[in-house]
């Protein structure tokens, strides 16, 4: 059997070829009779579009890249980027757009997915997790590639992102820990390289200055390894500590673990908050107290502004930060 070609929709439609090719196109230049006529002949006919061709005449491919600046481990065990990549996948599936997602930590993996990005092979880029000033986003946006960002970057001004009120967050999960009547409040703050990691280690600033109490920092990734490793490290530098505010769910889960090995009760000598709301919070031993962030709204804001710029809208609002609110669970 022939596949049915777009002369033969037109015919069944009763329309010329360009109105059929301005249909498939998503172009707004055609009526709603002639529209419904060729989507009905279409589905008769069940004409699919050459993809190739298509994209030699409109140079879209309908395909959206997200590349994570993450080992695979990272981003397939932390919630927050389950959380994202649903909000995402499911904006870009009422699109027709597909997703790949990449993974590039090594200056030599971004020059390699650099070069393919900007090769005409996806019409837009969604990233998330960027360290430090990382050069991708600019080089993407001088080469025409529409790029919107996860999170506020250290070091860049990006034309378009979404991100938590992370500082806000922060300070909230601290003023309930001095409400409580802690007056030894640590911190196992994240990736100083991360926009992230500022805002939640400057929102515990913001809440414990106005006390006169010191400030207790030790510094993780996010991960709960590293969260364990620095309440290791706070344990021995401050064994009086009786509260602590992590920057991530993870890094809350791994600070109880080492307060449990080390005979401390959870809340009762030590009181513990995350950041996440993540399942994993709700599970917890004692459940943990956290800071919600709504992932994957932040995943479809991302998705809803790239979307956008891709068809060339001009954006009203090209940064959208998220509202935090506190949970307050068994830990705190």
Same mark, same amino acid.
């Not at 080992?71 to 959380?83: I, K, L, M, N």
């Given at each position: 059997?022939?596949?049915?070609?777009?002369?033969?929709?037109?015919?069944?439609?009763?329309?010329?070829?360009?109105?059929?090719?301005?249909?498939?196109?998503?172009?707004?230049?055609?009526?709603?009779?002639?529209?419904?006529?060729?989507?009905?002949?279409?589905?008769?006919?069940?004409?699919?579009?050459?993809?190739?061709?298509?994209?030699?005449?409109?140079?879209?491919?309908?395909?959206?890249?997200?590349?994570?600046?993450?080992?695979?481990?990272?981003?397939?065990?932390?919630?927050?980027?389950?959380?994202?990549?649903?909000?995402?996948?499911?904006?870009?599936?009422?699109?027709?757009?597909?997703?790949?997602?990449?993974?590039?930590?090594?200056?030599?993996?971004?020059?390699?997915?650099?070069?393919?990005?900007?090769?005409?092979?996806?019409?837009?880029?969604?990233? !998330?997790?960027?360290?430090? @000033?990382?050069?991708? $986003?600019?080089? *993407?946006? /001088? =080469?025409? %590639?529409?790029?919107?960002? +996860?999170?506020?970057?250290?070091?860049?001004?990006?034309?378009?992102?979404?991100?938590?009120?992370?500082?806000?967050?922060?300070?909230?999960?601290?003023?309930?820990?001095?409400?409580?009547?802690?007056?030894?409040?640590?911190?196992?703050?994240?990736?100083?390289?991360?926009?992230?990691?500022?805002?939640?280690?400057?929102?515990?600033?913001?809440?414990?200055?106005?006390?006169?109490?010191?400030?207790?920092?030790?510094?993780?990734?996010?991960?709960?390894?590293?969260?364990?490793?620095?309440?290791?490290?706070?344990?021995?530098?401050?064994?009086? !500590?009786?509260?602590?505010? @992590?920057?991530?769910? $993870?890094?809350? *889960?791994? /600070? =109880?673990? %080492?307060?449990?090995?080390? +005979?401390?009760?959870?809340?009762?000598?030590?009181?513990?908050?995350?950041?996440?709301?993540?399942?994993?919070?709700?599970?917890?031993?004692?459940?943990?107290?956290?800071?919600?962030?709504?992932?994957?709204?932040?995943?479809?804001?991302?998705?809803?502004?790239?979307?956008?710029?891709?068809?060339?809208?001009?954006?009203?609002?090209?940064?959208?930060?998220?509202?935090?609110?506190?949970?307050?669970?068994?830990?705190?």
């Amino acid at each position: 059997m022939n596949r049915p070609t777009l002369e033969a929709v037109a015919a069944r439609a009763g329309v010329g070829r360009g109105t059929v090719s301005r249909v498939i196109n998503g172009s707004p230049n055609v009526s709603a009779k002639a529209r419904e006529a060729v989507e009905l002949a279409i589905r008769e006919l069940g004409y699919v579009p050459n993809r190739a061709a298509r994209a030699l005449v409109t140079r879209r491919t309908d395909t959206v890249a997200l590349v994570v600046s993450e080992s695979q481990f990272r981003v397939f065990d932390e919630p927050y980027f389950a959380g994202t990549i649903r909000g995402i996948g499911s904006a870009l599936a009422e699109t027709g757009l597909q997703l790949i997602l990449a993974m590039a930590r090594t200056p030599e993996e971004h020059a390699r997915l650099e070069h393919y990005l900007t090769g005409q092979h996806v019409d837009g880029v969604l990233l !998330l997790s960027l360290h430090g @000033a990382d050069p991708l $986003p600019g080089r *993407l946006e /001088a =080469m025409g %590639v529409p790029t919107v960002l +996860g999170g506020r970057p250290v070091g860049l001004d990006p034309y378009s992102y979404v991100d938590m009120d992370n500082r806000a967050g922060a300070r909230q999960a601290v003023k309930h820990l001095l409400g409580l009547g802690r007056r030894a409040i640590a911190t196992i703050a994240g990736s100083q390289d991360m926009g992230v990691g500022v805002d939640r280690l400057s929102g515990y600033r913001d809440a414990l200055l106005p006390s006169g109490l010191p400030e207790l920092v030790a510094y993780g990734d996010f991960s709960e390894h590293s969260g364990a490793a620095a309440m290791q490290e706070l344990l021995r530098a401050h064994p009086d !500590l009786d509260a602590v505010f @992590a920057a991530s769910d $993870p890094m809350a *889960l791994g /600070a =109880m673990r %080492v307060l449990k090995a080390e +005979g401390r009760s959870i809340p009762g000598d030590v009181a513990v908050i995350g950041f996440d709301d993540s399942k994993a919070a709700l599970h917890a031993d004692p459940p943990l107290t956290t800071v919600h962030q709504p992932t994957e709204a932040m995943g479809r804001q991302m998705a809803q502004l790239l979307v956008a710029r891709i068809h060339g809208e001009e954006l009203r609002q090209p940064v959208v930060i998220l509202d935090t609110h506190l949970v307050r669970r068994e830990s705190a």
